[in-house]
């Protein structure tokens, strides 16, 4: 009995913790990466910078992180070129398709950040929801991300574009559902069978 009852509670745990997700499972994009490269001046060079960017999901409020609901997305700037770059982080810009922006990144340490050639950075950004937003009210099919790198002394921007794959268990409605099945079948219930001694 105290095994049957262990195991019992251990499913409910193991449910419990995998219901906890922080993130939406209803929003995933492609591609995974994005990719977006600075060209070269000569042809024989590789791009000077090249950066890709995911979008890791939709985030739920999170009070002991103080996160707000958010995208969070993460990047990756690589140095390939002879001069130094420098990325400000607040220079990233989240929108929707309709151009409607989210709120200014929530990244620690929000400083810009300084590659020398051959130097790589990574980076995770929280874009919280419009105020009076959320998931549900706003057009989420597709993300632009846009941002700005100093190349020497000239900034250059630089952008790319995700676009939302919907599960395979349902795509993006209508939806319709088979009548109810007729009244009949097993409906469960515990039968208890003891000996009167």
């Not at 950066?51 to 995208?71: L, N, W």
């Not at 990144?105 to 810009?112: G, K, L, M, N, Q």
């Not at 630089?158 to 919907?166: D, G, N």
């Amino acid at each position: 009995m105290i095994r049957v009852a262990g195991a019992v509670v251990s499913v409910f745990i193991l449910l419990f913790i995998v219901g906890c997700s922080q993130y939406d499972q209803d929003y995933q994009y492609t591609p995974r990466p994005a990719t977006s490269e600075i060209p070269a001046t000569q042809p024989q060079d590789p791009p000077p910078v090249a950066t890709m960017a995911t979008v890791v999901g939709v985030r739920y409020d999170d009070d002991q992180d103080k996160i707000p609901p958010s995208v969070e997305i993460r990047l990756r700037i690589d140095n390939n070129g002879p001069w130094p770059a420098l990325f400000d982080p607040m220079s990233m810009e989240l929108s929707n398709m309709e151009l409607a922006r989210m709120g200014a990144p929530v990244i620690r340490p929000p400083a810009p950040i300084s590659l020398s050639p051959g130097q790589s950075a990574y980076l995770t950004a929280y874009f919280p929801f419009p105020p009076g937003q959320s998931q549900d009210t706003m057009d989420l099919n597709s993300l632009q991300l846009r941002w700005s790198v100093q190349l020497g002394n000239r900034p250059i921007g630089q952008q790319v574009y995700f676009t939302r794959v919907w599960p395979s268990y349902y795509g993006p409605g209508p939806y319709w559902y088979p009548p109810p099945p007729p009244p009949w079948g097993f409906y469960g219930g515990v039968v208890v069978v003891h000996r009167r001694w």
